[in-house]
């Protein structure tokens, strides 16, 4: 289960519809205990897709290995990553699947006309063949 | 002795260590020593053939392994190594 808090959650749909028609990505910052994630913090990150956004994401790992340096200096943790799914439902695609990491959380949102529609979570295998949902609170 | 930054959700393989120190001249060493040491993260890193996994990029400081001689790039007691994943998606009817 991975419960995002208040303020994260805010700016990771602000971000998902600034970004619309686009997709945007990002970075979730919190902690983990036994089964449960919580996440404090939300980084958004820059598409460094290098073609049509509206379609397509790309995270640099440079920049993630910022956000990991981030979370080890605010004591936290990167337990997950986000995008957005401009006027689509908030599932793992293929490409999602075939570009995913088995060690973190995936967050979807679904920006529909530009306006948040609804969210999904999702854990993606070592062999990137499947994403089983995880339960997202928000 | 290089220092290796575990990612949060490999802790639990390394006795819920943030890093660890392992022997080792090269990144090639250096890997070795770390999944000798801490054998249950062999899996997470490497294929079974032996081969890092097509998502995981090893970071020297600052800079790609890639780009300065891969496994065989030197590594000094003051280096700092990190695992980090390649992440992109996209939708159907994206351009791949």
């Not at chain 1, 006027?87 to 995913?100: E, G, K, M, R, V």
Request: hydrophobic content about 40%.
């Amino acid at each position: 289960m991975i419960r995002i808090e208040p303020e994260p959650w805010a700016a990771m749909v602000a971000h998902g519809q600034a970004s619309y028609p686009n997709e945007c990505c990002g970075a979730m910052l919190g902690s983990t205990e036994r089964d449960s994630k919580t996440v404090r913090q939300a980084i958004a990150l820059e598409n460094a897709f290098d073609g049509v956004q509206a379609a397509r994401y790309e995270l640099r790992p440079e920049d993630l290995l910022a956000a990991d340096k981030a979370a080890r200096e605010r004591k936290m943790d990167l337990i997950g990553i986000y995008h957005s799914h401009p006027d689509c439902d908030a599932y793992f695609s293929t490409t999602d699947l075939q570009n995913s990491c088995p060690w973190y959380s995936f967050v979807v949102l679904s920006i529909q006309k530009g306006e948040f529609h609804h969210a999904n979570c999702f854990l993606p295998n070592f062999d990137q063949t499947e994403a089983p949902k995880e339960e997202l609170i928000y | 002795m290089a220092k290796i930054l575990i990612p949060t959700p490999l802790r639990q393989f390394t006795a819920k260590q943030d890093s660890v120190t392992v022997p080792g001249a090269t990144v090639g060493e250096v890997l070795t020593a770390l999944t000798t040491e801490y054998p249950d993260l062999r899996k997470q890193i490497f294929t079974e053939e032996g081969k890092l996994r097509s998502f995981v990029n090893v970071y020297l400081n600052d800079e790609d392994i890639r780009y300065i001689g891969r496994d065989a790039a030197p590594a000094a007691d003051a280096d700092t190594l990190s695992l980090v994943p390649s992440i992109a998606g996209g939708m159907p009817g994206g351009t791949n």
